[in-house]
């Protein structure tokens, strides 16, 4: 393990995808520090960084054994100096996990995560919009299947077209069954009894959401990350405007670029259903901007940054900072509290001060979908050199890198070609 012993602290982060590496690449950048990122296998985005020491420890199906690895990890970094380690995850599979194991890992690892209870009550989708009733928060006409359930009584309340997404994130992960999606877009009720049936099949058993289908193209999307205190307070709200997502069926609805913004009542909302349930730490929320009613209807809070969160250190707000700052204390972070990157206006919960452009894609690719009004702000910052891509960091020396971003366009060529984005 090639971690200093002078390091002062240590992130461990669960995961292997683009948001595990921004976050070990955020923490680099603020601290100075590497993480060990812990995927079930090595791949080239977090393979050969400056700011990662890998850790695979294989398929994580078996929880007790992925504790296991984490525990003889924590005791190996810590093996000749006393230092706090952080624990994170990329995935809510991997938030989940350490919420139900919390108290051994907690023994090992400073954990920035609400205890479990609190997760589910946002995790589990049919709890959030449940939640979401209660507070009067805007949010889709939404109806919950469940395994054996009378489809025909529950399709009586449902007009189509229809979006149909697991409750349970994390239980969806080891659903197998031809044709899967993240997010599945049904037209009639013989594609939803179809769905269903190989849903059944395949061994999922929590709640399947059916949902009221807002009209209205990627750039309709919305995402608003948030920071909440140790004493569960909503202190800061960084908006953002989807310019387009990604279509291929295993990244369906990912962002692919984001303008960052503010948006008072989202983030007031989003504070609102956050404190209630006595949050800590950071959350994101997914939304949609309802052009019918001009209102923005929340969909389900990730209980964790986002897997494009980089569109908050591209606007000037590491959340890493935020992390140390939070949950290890100031004397892990001696820089500047005070930025020009974020702005209060008036409602009590800090916002993002810039407009910049978050993208994954090349820039000539981007171009191709930039016919909207949040696309015409995504133009006039690429045009003004405001963009960020979150694997483009000049620390990273290593060729193989260089050729990795490479073979990364060339993929989302291909994965536009295929996928193109759509709209109902």
Request: with cysteine.
């Amino acid at each position: 393990m090639v971690i200093e012993n002078s390091q002062p602290f240590v992130p461990v982060i669960l995961g292997g995808d683009i948001g595990t590496y921004t976050l070990a690449r955020e923490f680099y950048e603020a601290y100075q520090v590497r993480s060990v990122v812990v995927p079930a296998s090595g791949n080239g985005v977090i393979e050969h960084s400056v700011a990662i020491e890998l850790h695979p420890i294989g398929s994580m199906v078996d929880q007790g054994r992925v504790v296991e690895e984490l525990i003889s990890l924590a005791q190996e970094l810590n093996a000749e100096v006393d230092r706090p380690l952080m624990l994170f995850g990329s995935l809510d599979f991997h938030i989940m996990l350490i919420a139900e194991h919390r108290a051994v890992l907690s023994e090992y690892f400073v954990i920035p995560y609400p205890e479990l209870g609190t997760i589910e009550g946002a995790a589990l989708k049919e709890n959030f919009y449940a939640l979401a009733d209660r507070l009067g928060i805007a949010h889709p006409r939404t109806a919950v299947y469940r395994a054996g359930e009378d489809l025909q009584e529950l399709a009586q309340s449902l007009t189509f077209p229809l979006i149909g997404k697991p409750s349970s994130s994390g239980d969806w992960i080891a659903a197998k069954f031809e044709g899967k999606q993240k997010i599945h877009t049904l037209r009639s009720i013989a594609e939803l009894e179809d769905l269903l049936t190989r849903i059944d099949a395949s061994g999922y058993t929590s709640g399947y959401i059916l949902q009221e289908y807002i009209p209205g193209s990627d750039d309709a999307m919305r995402l608003c990350t948030y920071f909440a205190t140790q004493d569960k307070k909503v202190i800061f709200a960084g908006y953002g405007e989807v310019v387009v997502e990604e279509h291929a069926p295993l990244v369906l609805g990912n962002s692919a670029a984001i303008v960052t913004g503010q948006h008072d009542q989202m983030s007031q909302d989003g504070a609102r259903l956050l404190e209630e349930l006595g949050w800590q730490g950071i959350a994101m929320i997914d939304a949609k901007y309802d052009h019918r009613d001009g209102s923005i209807k929340f969909f389900e809070i990730n209980p964790r940054l986002g897997r494009n969160h980089y569109y908050l250190t591209a606007a000037g707000v590491n959340p890493a900072r935020f992390y140390v700052t939070e949950f290890l204390g100031v004397e892990f972070d001696r820089s500047d509290p005070h930025t020009d990157a974020v702005l209060d206006t008036g409602i009590g919960i800090l916002q993002l001060s810039r407009q910049h452009l978050f993208t994954v894609l090349p820039h000539h690719l981007l171009r191709r979908f930039l016919d909207s009004e949040t696309g015409q702000k995504a133009a006039a910052l690429l045009k003004s050199g405001k963009v960020s891509n979150p694997l483009k960091f000049k620390a990273e020396k290593h060729p193989r890198r260089k050729f990795y971003l490479v073979l990364n366009a060339v993929n989302h060529y291909r994965k536009y070609k295929k996928f193109p984005p759509r709209s109902l």
